[in-house]
């Protein structure tokens, strides 16, 4: 059975890797469209990430995307530096920090 885009999230703290986080201070929005709209984002702070669904006043980085676009890259379906050439994710703010994003969370 598919994964939802809640079920993704909901796994998102048990894949963190704290020591990849550094010193980082970030909020990282995310504006899904499509079949399973939604918005979420992580505060990673401390070394420790909180996932949260709704929108945050003060993204570090907001990433926007359709929903199954987004489940794709996160389950390795698709290559996210090839869906972000395509317009299939659009970025804003820290773009750094999208890289760094893939580091800090492995799921398995």
């Known amino acids: 059975m598919a994964i939802t885009i809640e079920e993704l999230f909901e796994k998102l703290p048990g894949a963190f890797i704290p020591e990849k986080a550094g010193d980082l201070d970030a909020v990282i929005q ?27 006043e003060s993204a570090t980085m907001t990433l926007s995307s359709d929903s199954q676009d987004y489940k794709d890259i996160v389950t390795g379906k698709t290559n996210p530096m090839n869906a972000f050439m395509q317009g299939k994710v659009k970025l804003q703010g820290n773009l750094n920090l999208a890289m760094k994003f893939a580091e800090m969370f492995k799921l398995s």
């Open 30 to 56: 995310f504006e899904l469209s499509g079949e399973e709209a939604s918005d979420w984002y992580l505060v990673i702070k401390d070394k420790t990430v909180k996932v949260e669904k709704g929108k945050h």
